[in-house]
């Protein structure tokens, strides 16, 4: 793996480098980065599912994030999807974490208005820490009174999710950093409340064509927040990128009235 930004050169090892940013956590909230693995022309699927886009360097990027986080965030659509299980960290993850004050693996956290879970899956019955469950006030009683036997259940919201909400009560919690894996329409609304500190983007050296969707949907924000390119790095030709938010590139939205 070579870095080609900043200080370009060999990348011995990845853990290291990513465990080395800085995610200083907000007062009000945990510092949020978005993991995504996107296509040349923009899909994130392949057959409904990312996995196909994927490689080695892919692979060794998500474990490595998935190894800074104390939470790790995906929609439910995604959880579904993707087939989720519970956190798993390699030894040498986990010695690092140990390190820094961290649990031995990150918790997962789904984002759910429904409550439309298996909770028969290893993520509600093998985790090694409770699995969180996000949800508002309009979802099923009986159902939330389920989940709540097998998952710790969080609500904020009345009609639906108050992410803001959310997280400052995650930040309470001594959550200091979430990684998010999606789906789209969360990253969407993670994109409209303003929350995204930082988007870390695989490029897959593939052109797919066909109606596969975008990395994030949904409402267009107020202002289109700004980012900067942060890291580059490449393996078997995929793009490994990192952006952190920069508020001082904002540009107005445009007037669709």
Same mark, same amino acid.
């Given at each position: 793996m070579r870095r080609l930004w900043p200080d370009p050169g060999e990348v011995d090892d990845l853990v290291a480098l990513v465990a080395a940013e800085a995610r200083p956590p907000h007062d009000d909230r945990p510092w949020l980065l978005v993991n995504m693995v996107a296509?040349?022309?923009?899909?994130?699927?392949?057959g409904?599912?990312?996995?196909?886009?994927?490689?080695?360097?892919?692979?060794?990027?998500?474990?490595?994030?998935?190894?800074?986080?104390?939470?790790?965030?995906?929609?439910?659509?995604?959880v579904r999807a993707e087939g989720y299980g519970p956190a798993r960290t390699s030894d040498a993850i986990r010695a690092a974490?140990?390190?820094?004050?961290?649990?031995?693996?990150?918790?997962?956290?789904?984002?759910?208005?429904?409550?439309?879970?298996?909770l028969t899956t290893p993520l509600f019955i093998e985790p090694e820490a409770p699995t969180i469950v996000i949800t508002?006030?309009?979802?099923?009683?009986?159902?939330? &009174?389920?989940?709540?036997?097998?998952? &710790?259940?969080?609500?904020?919201?009345d009609e639906s999710v108050d992410l803001a909400a959310a997280f400052a009560q995650l930040r309470l919690c001594g959550v200091a950093i979430v990684t998010c894996e999606g789906g789209p329409s969360?990253?969407?609304?993670?994109?409209?409340?303003?929350?995204?500190?930082e988007w870390d983007l695989t490029v897959s050296p #593939? #052109?797919?064509?066909? &109606?596969?969707?975008?990395?994030?949907?949904?409402?267009?924000?107020?202002?289109p927040a700004g980012m900067r390119l942060d890291r580059m790095l490449e393996d078997d030709q995929f793009l490994l990128t990192?952006?952190?938010?920069?508020?001082?590139?904002?540009?107005?939205?445009?007037?669709?009235?």
């Open positions: 296509s040349l022309d923009g899909a994130i699927t392949i409904d599912r990312s996995g196909g886009l994927g490689g080695p360097a892919d692979k060794a990027m998500f474990s490595a994030l998935r190894g800074v986080a104390d939470v790790v965030l995906a929609g439910a659509g995604t974490r140990r390190t820094r004050g961290q649990t031995d693996v990150p918790r997962i956290a789904v984002v759910t208005r429904s409550l439309d879970l298996d508002c006030a309009s979802a099923d009683a009986g159902r939330q &009174e389920a989940v709540a036997a097998v998952a &710790e259940v969080v609500v904020v919201g969360l990253n969407g609304d993670l994109v409209v409340a303003d929350l995204i500190d #593939l #052109l797919v064509g066909g &109606e596969a969707g975008r990395s994030s949907r949904g409402r267009n924000p107020v202002v990192r952006w952190v938010r920069d508020p001082n590139r904002r540009v107005a939205a445009p007037n669709t009235g």
